[in-house]
């Protein structure tokens, strides 16, 4: 068995830890263990050493054999690298992702900073909403004038509203 | 601008003059970012590695803030320029690896670079002297919201900022310090706080990052997480354990000079003998002693005005920058003489330590804060 950080080396040191109830296991050459301080075990975190590794089986119970349709990558291309391959695989191999992030992260929802872009369109979006409900209430209550200017301002939100 | 220009100028995190700079080297903020519909700069072919990088570099030398930068493909980068801006902090080791299709722009003060192509299509990285990681990040925020109106970043509404590596998505944020902990080694506690740090869910790595070892006393102290939390709640959380970390290196400092005089004594005395003296000395020999002198100047065993002599000699004894002022590739050995004979001559002139006074004034100070705890007691 050869080792999981060098690829080379045969493992020596055999490590399971369990983390969050999970089991994770690791093989080391003996070299790698050095290095990575695993002969000291307060100051060793395996989950800090390798993501890539119980982090790629959680990927493997998830969609198999799949490949994205965009860039070609496939599941045993992520296992190699622990990267994925475009930002559309976020989507292809969304299966088995959010174990895997969970077990990296605080939680798997951003809740940090939104793109101009897309903050705009969502305002825009919110905006034509708004404006639908108005509409809707103005016709109910037959207040003709007043729906008529608002079906103006939707039609001029709405050709933008589908190029965002 | 051409890079020697650049490079002539130590950068502005290299002054020294930011909050709680002598324990506080620098203050580092990046954020990954990549373009939709492109594969990874890791994955992608070379054609599309170039469409990107055509379709980004002009976005990023148009920002206000690169106007006077310099900016360059990394194929036409030597091996030793490339390396001398790894010794800089300004592009990763792993940017210093790439060829055709990647590039890097900095501004002229070497406080903002952005890598284009490493890991990711975008790396935007400021950095700065000392403690003060939000403006840093302020500086890299603008420009990532500037760049943001221009290219359509890949962004996704649960995962947030999509990054090659799942480690980076969400706010795509690595926020970092390096610290100069030498009281903490000296004292032995660090593998204590190392360990407290890690288990808050933030990382302590080397001089060089991932891997690295901690020469020189130098740690780098960064956050982990990047998705479900805000940016601005990172911030805060490393912030007050850097703080906490800052604390304790001064703690044991004052502690060192109390109850461990000789031992300081006795390293300083040491480091400044063979640096004085030496014939031949490897970077990491003198990365290390080097701190130890760092720490003197800190603790007053040596006048305040050899403060930046040391701090620049950190960096003029790297591999890559004595090369360059060589103006030549040299072998090892070659680097190890050259190396110190620049220590020699330029501190020829260094005083001896004293730490007489620095011992004695710790004591007072320890003195009147006991009689003022015992007299609030009473």
Known sequence: MNCDVCKQKTATVFLTQIVDGKMQKVNLCESCSKEKGVTDPKGFALADLLLGLGASEEMERGSTGQKCPMC????????????????????????????????????????GKVPQRLLKARQHAEELKRLQRELRKAVDDEKYETAAELRDRIKHLEPGAAGV | MALHN????????????????????????????????FAFPGW????????????????????????????AYSQDLSALEKQVLVERHLVSREH??????SAVVMNRK??????????????????????????????VDKVDTALGEKLDFAFHQQYGFLTACPTNVGTGMRASAMMHLPGLVLSEQINQVIQAVSKVGLAVRGLYGEGTEALGNLFQISNQITLGEKEDEILTRLNKVIEQILQHEVNSRA???????????????????????????????????????????????????????????????????????????????????????IVRAKLAKFPKPDGKKAIERGREERKEKDEKDSGAAA
């Open chain 2, 110 to 139: 070497q406080t903002l670079s952005i890598m284009i192509n490493e890991e990711d299509h975008l790396r935007i990285q400021g950095i700065r002297s000392g403690l003060q990681l939000r403006n840093v990040f302020k500086l």
């Open chain 2, 6 to 37: 650049i490079l002539t100028e130590s950068g502005e995190w290299l002054s020294g003059d930011g909050p709680h700079s002598n324990i506080v080297i620098s203050s580092r903020v990046r954020l990954a970012r990549n373009l939709r519909n």
């Open chain 2, 44 to 71: 992608a072919k070379k054609a599309d590695r170039i469409a990107v990088l055509e379709c980004v570099k002009p976005q990023v030398e148009s920002l206000p803030e690169m106007a006077d930068a310099y900016s």
């Open chain 1, 72 to 111: 070609g990558f496939s599941q045993a291309d992520f296992k190699k690298t622990g990267r994925f391959g475009c930002s559309n695989c976020y989507e292809i191999f969304a299966e088995g992702l959010e174990a895997m992030l969970k077990g990296m992260h605080k939680g798997t929802t951003h809740t």
């Open chain 2, 96 to 101: 210093a690896a790439k060829g055709v299709g």
């Open chain 2, 255 to 341: 502690s060192l000079l109390e109850k461990k005089a000789v031992l300081l004594l006795d390293n300083i005395g040491r480091a400044f003998g063979i640096l004085r003296h030496a014939h031949s000395m490897a970077s990491k020999e003198a990365l290390n002693l080097l701190s130890c002198l760092k720490l003197g100047v800190d603790l007053g065993f040596f006048p305040e005005d050899g403060r930046l002599l040391v701090d620049q000699l950190f960096m003029e004894t790297q591999p890559a920058h004595l090369q360059k002022s060589s103006q030549q590739k040299l072998q090892a050995e070659e680097r190890d003489t050259l190396r110190a004979d």
